[in-house]
């Protein structure tokens, strides 16, 4: 079983930065790749990136790569998404997920941090 708890969130301008975290409770983080997802209001909910059991491999939604940069510390049991250059348009609650691939599909994941809202002012 994994718990996760997404923090970080917040109220920025265009163009700044914010550091979300997901932090796993659970004996078995290290074998589980993470995904992040994001929802906007009235919008389905959409990937955004996603990181492998060990942290070699990443992968980002088009939308976000390039400004996006998802790491794990497997030793902390915590996931993070550092966001550069935000614009208003990634508004939205972002989760995490864990799940046992690499993958970014919603169906992919086993279990979901509750969200953290990070809303981008113009």
């Known amino acids: 079983q994994v718990q996760l708890v997404e923090s970080g969130g917040g109220l920025v301008q265009a163009g700044g930065s914010l550091r979300l975290s997901c932090a796993a409770s659970?004996?078995?983080?290290?074998?589980?790749?993470m995904g992040w997802f994001r929802q906007a209001p009235g919008k389905e909910r959409q990937f955004v990136a996603t990181?492998?059991?060990?942290?070699?491999?990443?992968y980002y939604a088009a939308s976000v790569k390039d400004r996006f940069t998802v790491s794990r510390d497997n030793a902390k049991n915590t996931v993070y998404l550092q966001m550069n250059s935000l614009k208003p348009e990634d508004t939205a609650v972002y989760y995490c997920?864990?799940?046992?691939?690499?993958?970014?599909?919603?169906?992919?994941?086993?279990?979901w941090g509750q969200g953290t809202q990070v809303t981008v002012s113009s």
């Open positions: 997920a864990a799940g046992s691939l690499f993958i970014t599909t919603i169906s992919g994941y086993n279990y």
């Open positions: 990181i492998n059991s060990s942290g070699r491999y990443t």
């Open positions: 659970g004996r078995t983080f290290g074998s589980n790749a």
